[in-house]
């Protein structure tokens, strides 16, 4: 099993461009925007397990299994920040910024069990998301602001690439878990997304996370998003702050 | 008349200096750089009538599809958060006149039974946006900075203040079932000429209006008019209809002016994962408001008006 | 914003970013009692620069000589970005004077009307030194 790892680890780190890549068919050519843009709109959402722990997890009481969406299935921690990941872990029932109602942050809001809308303009992609009100820009134009700044969703400059969008993102604080089971990332973390459309209600998702602080090396998620194709669908209230103060001054 | 923001700046050290203590008011925040309006945007009532007569003969810019260009960046001009009506200025209040247009004598034309529940909210309970819940409509674009994104589908407004959305549907689908309630409603807008009429169902009934404890059940129908009447200047009219809660319909009037500041981006602005006040607010008795349904409403108002009416007949 | 800026108005922007300058936050009159204002002086132990409030903590050392640490509260981190300043602008254990509002529910808390630092300078006033916009 060991020397499995080993192989993969190897060959996956020989072939960081292999990575980059979006994944292998046919290549569809999505619809346009009146810009000329490829067209992402619509409402999405992931169909996963990823939001309990973005590698291979077996069922428990009220935890479906799941296969990870981790290239490689292995995260590489340094070791100091290994023993931090069990720590949160242990902790995960109080510690989850997700259990305080908390914005979950980046990448993670992308495959928490709620839809999200696409909203295209010229100058900057919007993503509303149903899960506490939770928004990103995705800009085309400006820079990153510079200097120390903590936001818990980064922030997301755009270009791109072909028909894929890529979103490079930092400025993040140190909260944040990438799943409900401890999985975490410094204020250090630099993000680049990869969307790109396969289908007609089908949307690639892969992001590449680099944060020496923590990781050893780069490492790579990657999951299908799917279309909400119901008539009329559109997004709802998960506004879980104002279900959890409502409950405190019940007790 | 807009005071150019220098002077206005100007006049405000000058306060500081003289008057203390004096920045507990929420300053409103410094409109950033924009043009001179032609209708004055900081009452309402003169403002209708001059942006009514200028948008007949002003052409806004338009979309791809032809249809008004309403995005880009926004900002309110009052502060209809503090109080609807006429309010002075103290301390803690901004003050300026009445946002209501209709009835003419500018005040709110509450119910009874919903008055003294008035008093009984600002008494007992929490604004919403003490605890970082969002505002609702018409409350979510009072004031504050805005960025408005416009698709041939959606309008949607975004605030940089707890980082709220609305999300504003411009096709014809229905509106949502009875028993779906959202904190910023269901918002369908329609095209009238050049004018984007909006009418918002199914809030949740747990916000209020006003930091004075005006409420809405999740019965209100809430109708908004935008109407761009220079090319830094959106007409604001909102109709307020919840029959439970008020004797007729009431509309109020605001201008949201356009900001030129150059590269302005909205930022992350995360508000409950850093929110402290509800515990304090906690420690002196108040508690989250629970707001009212239609039908808690309709039990209150009876009970109100059948005790008013037995004791009136002692 | 330019060096064209009036010490007054400068004045007025730095008020701007004191306390209760998030737009409709809340009412400031229910939390902090405005008749009053409280100055003390101690040295900054942390600083949050959560939205929707900034916050320094400072040891203060009270009459009897006991240090306790109160909890700031300026208003959104965002305007302090905006003009250039930064958390790491200000490292802690510097020495400061703040008067503000006291809680009304007599917690260790301030709503900060004014910051100076020991050389006079208001802080978060105007731009940091070097620049910024």
Redesign the interface.
């Known amino acids: 099993m060991r020397v499995a790892v080993c192989v993969v680890a190897a060959v996956l780190a020989g072939m960081p461009i292999a990575l980059a890549q979006t994944p292998a068919g046919p290549a569809y050519r999505a619809p346009r925007t009146?810009?000329g843009q490829p067209d992402l709109?619509g409402i999405w959402q992931a169909v996963n397990t990823a939001v309990w722990n973005i590698q291979d997890h077996p069922a428990e009481l009220g935890i479906p299994a799941g296969q990870g969406i981790v290239d490689g299935n292995e995260i590489p921690y340094l070791p100091l920040a290994l023993a931090q990941r069990q720590v949160n872990y242990r902790s995960r029932q109080s510690a989850d910024?997700e259990g305080?109602?908390?914005?979950v942050g980046t990448p993670r809001i992308n495959y928490m069990p709620y839809p999200f809308?696409i909203?295209?303009?010229p100058t900057?992609i919007?993503i509303?998301y149903e899960y506490?009100?939770?928004?990103r820009?995705l800009?085309f134009s400006?820079k990153h602001?510079e200097?120390?700044?903590?936001?818990?969703?980064g922030d997301s400059r755009a270009r791109w690439d072909g028909d894929t969008l890529v979103v490079d993102v930092v400025h993040f604080?140190d909260?944040n878990w990438f799943d409900r089971s401890g999985n975490y990332h410094s204020a250090d973390m630099h993000l680049v997304e990869r969307w790109t459309r396969t289908g007609p209600d089908h949307l690639s998702y892969q992001a590449t996370i680099d944060d020496p602080k923590v990781f050893s090396r780069p490492w790579t998620i990657r999951m299908p998003l799917y279309r909400r194709v119901e008539p009329?669908v559109?997004?709802?209230?998960y506004?879980c702050?104002?279900y959890l103060?409502?409950e405190?001054?019940r007790r | 008349m807009r005071i150019p923001l220098m002077a206005a700046a100007a006049a405000v050290a000058v306060r500081l200096v003289f008057l203390t203590p004096v920045v507990a008011a929420q300053e409103i925040p410094s409109i950033p750089p924009t043009k001179e309006s032609v209708c004055p945007d900081n009452n309402p009532v003169p403002l209708l009538a001059c942006a009514r007569e200028r948008a007949k003969t002003f052409k806004a810019p338009r979309t791809?599809?032809g249809k008004p260009d309403f995005?880009g960046f926004w900002g309110g001009t009052q502060a209809p958060h503090e109080n609807l009506e006429a309010h002075p200025r103290t301390p803690d209040d901004n003050g300026g006149p009445s946002f209501i247009v209709d009835p003419a004598d500018g005040k709110v034309p509450m119910r009874a039974w919903a008055e003294v529940k008035r008093r009984e909210n600002r008494a007992k309970y929490i604004d919403q946006n003490a605890?970082?819940?969002?505002s609702g409509v018409p409350r979510h674009l009072y004031m504050g900075q805005y960025q408005w994104?416009?698709?041939p589908t959606?309008l949607?407004q975004?605030s940089e203040e707890t980082?709220?959305?609305r999300?504003i549907?411009l096709d014809a689908?229905?509106h949502?079932g009875r028993d779906?309630?959202?904190?910023?409603g269901?918002s369908r807008g329609r095209w009238e000429g050049d004018a984007l009429v909006v009418v918002t169902k199914n809030q949740?009934g747990?916000g209020w209006l006003d930091q004075q404890g005006r409420f809405v059940t999740d019965a209100a129908t809430v109708t908004e008019r935008f109407t761009m009447f220079d090319p830094n200047s959106i007409l604001w009219e909102i109709t307020i209809d919840d029959p439970l809660v008020y004797t007729r319909p009431f509309t109020m009037a605001s201008a949201l002016r356009r900001n030129l500041r150059a590269?302005f981006?909205?930022?992350?602005e995360?508000c409950?994962?850093g929110e402290s006040n509800?515990n304090s607010l906690?420690n002196l008795g108040y508690?989250?408001y629970?707001g009212f349904s239609a039908k808690e409403a309709q039990v209150a108002k009876d009970a109100f008006e059948r005790a008013a009416a037995a004791g009136s007949s002692k | 914003m330019t060096a064209r800026i009036s010490a007054g108005v400068a004045a007025a922007l730095a008020a701007s970013v004191l306390a209760s300058a998030v737009s409709a936050h809340h009412s400031l009159t229910v939390e902090f009692d405005i008749n009053r204002t409280v100055t003390m002086s101690g040295v900054i132990t942390e600083m949050k620069?959560?939205n929707p409030h900034a916050w320094l903590y400072v040891d203060v050392k009270d009459e009897k000589g006991q240090v306790r640490n109160w909890a700031i509260e300026f208003g959104s981190p965002n305007a302090l970005?905006r003009r250039g300043w930064?958390?790491?602008d200000l490292p802690p254990r510097n020495t400061i004077t703040v008067t503000g509002y006291p809680s009304l529910d007599q917690s260790l808390r301030i709503s900060a009307t004014d910051v100076k630092l020991p050389d006079g300078r208001t802080l978060f006033a105007g731009s940091p030194v070097g620049g910024g916009q």
Not at chain 1, 100 to 103: D, E, G, L, T
Request: charged content about 25%.
């Open positions: 009146a810009d709109q910024p305080k109602c908390f914005m809308e909203v295209q303009t900057q919007t509303l506490v009100h939770t928004s820009h800009r400006g602001p200097g120390a700044i903590q936001w818990i969703m604080g909260q009329n559109q997004l709802l209230d506004e702050q104002a103060e409502a405190k001054d | 791809r599809d995005s605890q970082c819940f969002q994104l416009q698709t959606r949607v975004l980082n709220a959305y999300n549907i689908r229905p949502l779906l309630v959202l904190w910023q269901d949740v747990r590269d981006e909205i930022w992350e995360s409950y994962e509800t906690r508690r989250t629970p | 620069w959560t970005y930064r958390q790491t």
